[in-house]
């Protein structure tokens, strides 16, 4: 199993920036993929970065390119999204996430993921 964390959501101005932070436990060979997945009111879910761990890869969504970074640690026990010239329709509930071998990494993308932390906020409003 995995377990994640998540930490650092709040509110911030529009063109603001914000880090958010996952703390990452557990038998970590169970997944090949991990980032951040997040719910946005009124929408479907939708990934917004990932790392594919067998060649540390990085997908983003494309409405956050350029203004969203995902990285790890160097022990990849934490993953942070740094996030750049936030809008308010990045409003959501951020979740970490992370996906287990076999699953094309546009699953991810597309909001699907074996093993989820509990989710932050991250509000961006004036």
């Known amino acids: 199993q995995v377990q994640l964390v998540e930490s650092g959501g709040g509110l911030v101005r529009p063109g603001g920036s914000l880090r958010i932070a996952c703390a990452v436990s557990?038998?970590?060979?169970?997944?090949?993929?991990i980032g951040w997945i997040r719910q946005v009111p009124g929408k479907e879910r939708e990934g917004v970065a990932v790392i594919v761990t067998v060649d540390e890869s990085q997908y983003y969504q494309h409405s956050v390119r350029g203004r969203f970074t995902i990285s790890t640690d160097a022990a990849k026990k934490t993953v942070f999204l740094q996030m750049n010239n936030l809008k308010p329709e990045d409003t959501g509930v951020y979740y970490c996430?992370?996906?287990?071998?076999?699953?094309?990494?546009?699953?991810?993308?597309?909001?699907?993921?074996?093993?989820w932390g509990q989710g932050t906020q991250v509000t961006i409003s004036s």
């Open positions: 557990g038998i970590t060979s169970h997944y090949q993929a």
């Open positions: 996430a992370a996906d287990s071998a076999g699953r094309p990494t546009q699953a991810f993308m597309d909001g699907a993921a074996d093993f």
